[in-house]
């Protein structure tokens, strides 16, 4: 298994873009799918975006199609999500977790582990 740590969060005006990091340990990243989740007060996690171990394919939540990127760099040990076009909705931490089961593609939060400790993003109207 890996271990996670994310970064990149902050506040940013509506409309403005942040990327996001996931730093990866252990030699086995590569072996993994990864996804990005977040979660907002009061609510449930849910799946954002998540790709597979080569970066070939890509599977994003309806509300973020088109204005957030996930990609990685197996080199490095890292994963990103790049967002663009942030809403205030968008306001939430963000957490990237490793894909262990085979249905991770579903976005299912069952589907991942090694949960890292979150990044906030907060997006002003």
């Known amino acids: 298994q890996v271990q996670l740590v994310e970064s990149g969060g902050g506040v940013v005006q509506a409309g403005g873009s942040l990327r996001l990091s996931c730093a990866a340990s252990?030699?086995?990243?590569?072996?993994?799918?990864m996804g990005w989740f977040r979660q907002a007060p009061g609510k449930e996690r849910e799946f954002v975006a998540a790709?597979?171990?080569?970066?070939?394919?890509?599977y994003y939540a309806d509300s973020v199609k088109g204005r957030f990127t996930i990609s990685r760099d197996n080199a490095k040990n890292t994963v990103y999500l790049r967002m663009n076009s942030l809403e205030p909705e968008d306001t939430a931490v963000y957490y990237c977790?490793?894909?262990?089961?085979?249905?991770?593609?579903?976005?299912?939060?069952?589907?991942?582990?090694?949960w890292g400790q979150g990044t906030q993003v907060t997006v002003s109207s």
């Open positions: 977790a490793a894909g262990y089961s085979t249905n991770w593609y579903t976005g299912n939060t069952a589907a991942f582990g090694s």
């Open positions: 252990g030699r086995t990243f590569s072996s993994y799918a």
């Open positions: 790709i597979n171990w080569s970066g070939y394919n890509t």
